[in-house]
């Protein structure tokens, strides 16, 4: 866990449990920096009751669609978590037992929220350049 906690993009894992419910079993230090989350809202809890609407609903058919494809399944979210608005760049990775079985994903997430604040701010200098006579 020591090497997770030196990356600087969020690290997680999830498994689903007996009722089909997917909860966070691994996150990195960096996932509880950049949510604002205490380690005891998301270790074992549901991803439905950590990942704000309605960014879940997306969240949930991105796993699904890991595990049909046996790929990696990657795209961009923007929650809304105590910390403030992120926006993150996503991939996640299911992993099978020997009886093909997904109990686990992997994911990583590359935080691009000062990276899209800067986007933000040029467009918004910009159109103020070309609204100038």
Request: aromatic fraction near 8%.
């Given at each position: ?19 089909g ?16 989350l ?13 990942v704000?609407?309605p960014?879940?609903?997306?969240v949930l ?47 990583w997430v ?15 200098r910009?159109?103020?350049t070309?609204?100038?006579?």
């Amino acid at each position: 866990m020591d090497i997770l906690n030196t990356i600087s993009d969020i690290v997680f894992t999830i498994a689903r449990d007996d009722d089909g419910m997917w909860r966070f079993t691994m996150v990195n230090k960096r996932f509880l920096q950049a949510t604002g989350l205490e380690s005891d809202a998301v270790f074992g809890q549901r991803v439905v009751d950590v990942v704000p609407r309605p960014a879940h609903d997306l969240v949930l058919s991105k796993y699904e669609e890991a595990i049909a494809t046996r790929r990696p399944v990657q795209w961009e979210e923007v929650s809304v978590y105590p910390s403030g608005t992120k926006v993150g760049h996503v991939t996640v990775v299911a992993l099978f037992d020997a009886q093909g079985m997904c109990r686990t994903i992997v994911g990583w997430v590359h935080d691009a929220t000062e990276c899209a604040r800067r986007a933000a701010l040029v467009a918004e200098r910009q159109g103020e350049t070309q609204r100038e006579p």
